[in-house]
């Protein structure tokens, strides 16, 4: 299938807000997410997104949905040190299956 | 307490060995899967089972097999393992009527 693209990389400082972005495939896709995987561990789920949202809240994590250009981001605001990681976006398709984005390794500097 | 677990967490072996890595979980879900990661490739999936009596191959199901002995677990094996082989390996679980996946803490594998 086709694949779900991500940036590889983002370096932000401590108190700024950190965007990732991802464009998915799958027109169909329901639910988008969002994953976090620190240094040695799983995946843990962050947030999702109904496809019939174009905004999700959620503390300090805003999701944004672009439907028309399938386009979803993640706005972390006022990132910290243990926000560092790799995000992971996944669609889940119209075939129920869940479909990965490559990752984008954040790090964050004091 | 883990509510997805993986058995061993990591494993050192040779060309041409068997290897079988387990998966359980207390989550109680119907759905369970089992991914490779590769780094800079994401998550690719290997096979998924739906139910006890149901094995579906993923993207990338060649050189591996599953078994679902119950509900609760979930084991892939690597018949004769090979060196691009050497990954990391998540299963993960879902609810009949959820949206989302959990995902075990990982395996390590490394194929010499």
């Known amino acids: 299938g086709e694949d779900v693209e991500q940036s590889l990389f983002l370096s932000v400082r401590e108190g700024d807000s950190s965007v990732i972005n991802c464009t998915y495939t799958?027109?169909?896709?329901?639910?988008l997410y969002w994953y976090k995987q620190e240094p040695g561990a799983g995946l843990q789920l962050l947030t999702y997104?109904?496809?019939?949202?174009d905004m999700k809240q959620d503390q300090r994590l805003t999701v944004l949905l672009n439907k028309k250009d399938k386009h979803l981001s993640l706005r972390i605001a006022d990132t910290q040190t243990g926000d560092s990681a790799i995000y992971f976006c996944?669609?889940?398709?119209?075939?129920?299956?869940?479909?990965f984005g490559k990752g984008n390794q954040v790090v964050v500097i004091p | 307490d883990a509510d997805v677990t993986q058995t061993p967490r990591n494993r050192i072996t040779k060309t041409g060995k068997r290897i079988m890595l387990e998966c359980s979980q207390t989550?109680?879900?119907?759905?369970m899967y089992w991914y490779r990661q590769d780094p800079g490739l994401g998550l690719r999936l290997i096979y998924y089972s739906f139910d006890v009596k149901d094995i579906n191959k993923g993207e990338i199901s060649d050189g591996y097999s599953v078994s679902r002995q119950a509900q609760a677990k979930f084991s892939l094996s690597l018949e004769s393992a090979i060196p691009n082989q050497t990954a990391l390996y998540f299963c993960?679980?879902?609810?009949?009527?959820?949206?989302?996946?959990?995902f075990g803490p990982g395996t390590r594998l490394t194929v010499l």
């Open positions: 996944a669609e889940l398709r119209g075939n129920n299956r869940l479909a």
């Open positions: 993960a679980t879902r609810a009949l009527m959820g949206y989302t996946q959990y």
């Open positions: 997104i109904f496809s019939n949202m």
């Open positions: 989550k109680g879900h119907d759905r």
């Open positions: 799958d027109s169909s896709s329901t639910y």
